[in-house]
């Protein structure tokens, strides 16, 4: 069993920055792919961010791709969002996501996923 809690969320303005953390207890981190999604209201959770443990690549949405990276350390348990260049359509829940330890697989789909954290709120002020 994993358990996720987020924090970094809160209010920004347009165009600001943003640290998301992702603090991960039980399983075996360093070898758990680590994901973000997010869902704004009235739409679906969507991919946003991941980086696999069995070779540290990185992967991201088209949208938010050249401003979000995502980033680990496994001496803390812990997973990073840096967000950048913030716009209103950002703005959302953002959840962490954690597959299970060992696998290797789709880092896209939320069903690759089989924790998640409690989600925390990113608002942008335009």
């Known amino acids: 069993q994993v358990q996720l809690v987020e924090s970094g969320g809160g209010l920004v303005q347009d165009g600001g920055s943003l640290r998301l953390s992702c603090a991960a207890a039980?399983?075996?981190?360093?070898?758990?792919?680590m994901g973000w999604f997010r869902q704004a209201p009235g739409k679906e959770r969507e991919f946003v961010a991941a980086?696999?443990?069995?070779?540290?690549?990185?992967l991201y949405a088209d949208s938010v791709k050249g401003r979000f990276t995502i980033s680990r350390d496994n001496a803390k348990n812990t997973v990073y969002l840096d967000m950048n260049s913030l716009n209103p359509e950002d703005a959302a829940v953002y959840y962490c996501?954690?597959?299970?330890?060992?696998?290797?697989?789709?880092?896209?789909?939320?069903?690759?996923?089989?924790?998640w954290g409690q989600g925390t709120q990113v608002t942008v002020s335009s």
């Open positions: 039980g399983g075996t981190f360093s070898r758990t792919t």
């Open positions: 980086e696999a443990w069995s070779d540290g690549n990185t």
């Open positions: 996501a954690a597959q299970k330890p060992g696998y290797i697989g789709s880092v896209y789909s939320k069903g690759g996923y089989v924790y």
